[in-house]
């Protein structure tokens, strides 16, 4: 697995998952505010029509939504985890432990994390912003990870298994039963996940350029 480790997030940042890049960054920073989210907010926040907005999130099967159809969850959830989240005062969670690692950059500001394998497991607590990780607790804390064949959904595929664990021992039962991951410090993990972001925040930027009413040279065309 360590020679795919930089080849899964190149994948997570691709098209493979179905979402969009002109749509999650909008739609993560609704989602950080708290609220849910619904298609004419996205549509305001994109400047795309409503419908473009809701076919894109037709494509995007893991999509999180309350009883009245808002989104409340895409990698960033209102919903309770084992992976807790908090910025700017809300708390929120996510679907994996990498998207702890990735969240910051794309948000732009700095996050309060704790996250446990499970019940039995020692809890992992970091700070992380845009700029890096400026706390671990413990030091000895690790990120697992795998490259699933297919990421079309990519929380059962691939955010199900990417979890914190206190130490490299403490991820050793996990490792036994996922012959096919490895596990890396929290260090490397963020190196990775702000890689990741960098690409995403590239691609976002090259779809925005590009889309229909741009301006990209001297004539309106």
């Known amino acids: 697995m360590t020679n795919n480790v930089s080849q899964v997030t190149d994948r ?15 739609l993560l920073k609704l989602l950080a505010l708290g609220d849910p989210v619904d298609a004419a907010d996205l549509a305001a926040a994109t400047g795309r029509p409503v ?12 999509a999180e939504y309350d009883g009245s159809g808002r989104i409340v969850g895409m990698g960033l ?19 994996c432990a990498l998207d702890t690692l990735i969240f910051p ?12 394998y499970d019940s039995a497991s020692t809890p992992v607590r970091l700070r992380a912003g845009s700029s890096g ?17 297919d990421i079309t959904s990519v929380r059962s595929s691939f955010c199900n298994q990417v979890h914190f664990f206190a130490s490299p021992e403490e991820a ?27 690409k995403m925040l590239s691609q976002t930027n090259a ?14 065309c």
């Not at 948000?107 to 446990?116: G, N, Q, T, V, Y």
């Not at 779809?207 to 309106?220: D, F, I, L, W």
């Open 12 to 26: 997570l940042a691709s098209s493979e998952t179905g979402m969009q890049p002109w749509l999650w960054l909008p």
């Open 133 to 149: 990780v400026t706390s671990v607790e413990p030091a000895t804390a690790v990120v697992s990870l795998i490259n699933p064949e």
């Open 77 to 95: 959830t209102q919903r309770p985890t084992r992976h807790r989240f908090e910025v700017d005062g809300e708390q929120l969670y996510t679907w």
């Open 172 to 198: 050793e039962p996990w490792l036994k039963n996922h012959p096919e991951g490895t596990v890396i410090p929290v260090a490397d993990a963020y190196r990775l996940a702000s890689d990741m972001a960098g």
């Open 51 to 62: 419908k473009e907005v809701r076919d894109a999130l037709a494509a995007m099967p893991d």
């Open 105 to 116: 950059t794309l948000l732009d500001a700095s996050a309060r994390i704790e996250s446990a």
């Open 207 to 220: 779809q925005e350029t590009g889309k229909p009413g741009t301006r990209v040279n001297s004539c309106s």
